[in-house]
C-alpha cells in the first residue's frame, strides 16, 4: 500500500512544472520588419550591416524583457493551465511589442509581406 501511495505521489508531482516566459515567440524568431524609408538590402546592400545591428540590440531588448517576466506555474487541473496559456501569450506578445518598438525607434515598420523582408547575410 505504501508502494501505491508513493507512486501516485509521484505521477501527481510529475504534472507540475515551472516554465519561463522564454522568448517572444516560439523558436525565438521575431516578427519581420521592413525599412520605413522603403530602402531594401538587394538596392542598398550598406545597410545591412546596420540592420544586423539594429536587430542584435532589439533582441537583446526584447530578451530582457523576457527575463524579467515571472514565471508561469502549470498544475494537473484544467484551470491552472489555461490561465498558464494565457499568462504566456500576454507575455509574447508585450516582448513582440518591446521588439517592435524598438526597431520602430531605428527606423523599421511590421511587415506582413515575408518576401519583400528577407535579408540574407
Known amino acids: 500500500m505504501f508502494r501505491v501511495a508513493i507512486i501516485v505521489a ?23 520588419v521592413q525599412r520605413i524609408d522603403g530602402r531594401r538590402a538587394a538596392t542598398h546592400p550598406e545597410i545591412i550591416p546596420i540592420f544586423k545591428q539594429d536587430t542584435t540590440i532589439c533582441s537583446g531588448e526584447a530578451n530582457k524583457a523576457a527575463a524579467s517576466a515571472p514565471l508561469t506555474h502549470r498544475g494537473l487541473d484544467l484551470t491552472s493551465n489555461l490561465m498558464a496559456d494565457k499568462v504566456e501569450s500576454d507575455q509574447r506578445k508585450y516582448i513582440e511589442r518591446v521588439y517592435l518598438g524598438c526597431m520602430a525607434a531605428r527606423g523599421y515598420e511590421r511587415s506582413d509581406n515575408q518576401a519583400t523582408v528577407k535579408v540574407t547575410y
Open 10 to 32: 509521484a505521477a501527481a508531482l510529475a504534472g507540475c512544472q515551472t516554465q519561463t516566459a522564454g522568448t517572444a515567440t516560439p523558436g525565438g524568431s521575431y516578427p519581420t
